[in-house]
């Protein structure tokens, strides 16, 4: 009885069709869904992570940062008072 991983008999090559499978054909969609959050600022920059999918992988670091910045500048937002910001607070005129 051979040992199956000694057999000798020569195995079929691989179809032109498998080889192009194997290989990277560049760039494709994930295929990631994004669920809307109801924020139409957030829901853009989740949009935006699209973007990578037609990139290469050099490409998705601008992606990725740009996003990135624009969800941290909407959680910033959350932090501020609502209304015009502020100025400078002014000394007091302590004229007597």
Same mark, same amino acid.
């Given at each position: 009885?051979?040992?199956?991983?000694?057999?000798?008999?020569?195995? !079929? !090559?691989?179809?032109?069709?498998?080889?192009? %499978?194997?290989?990277?054909?560049?760039?494709?969609?994930?295929?990631?869904?994004?669920?809307?959050?109801?924020?139409?600022?957030?829901?853009?920059?989740?949009?935006?992570?699209?973007?990578?999918?037609?990139?290469?992988?050099?490409?998705?670091?601008?992606?990725?940062?740009?996003?990135?910045?624009?969800?941290?500048?909407?959680?910033?937002?959350?932090? /501020? !008072? !609502?209304?015009?910001?502020?100025?400078? %607070?002014?000394?007091?005129?302590? /004229?007597?």
């Amino acid at each position: 009885m051979t040992d199956p991983g000694t057999d000798p008999t020569p195995q !079929p !090559p691989e179809t032109q069709e498998a080889q192009e %499978a194997q290989e990277p054909s560049g760039p494709a969609p994930l295929g990631v869904e994004r669920t809307p959050t109801g924020d139409p600022g957030v829901d853009a920059r989740l949009a935006r992570l699209a973007d990578a999918d037609h990139l290469g992988a050099s490409g998705h670091l601008a992606v990725y940062e740009d996003v990135h910045q624009g969800l941290r500048d909407a959680l910033g937002a959350l932090d /501020r !008072p !609502p209304g015009p910001p502020h100025g400078p %607070a002014r000394p007091y005129d302590n /004229r007597s």
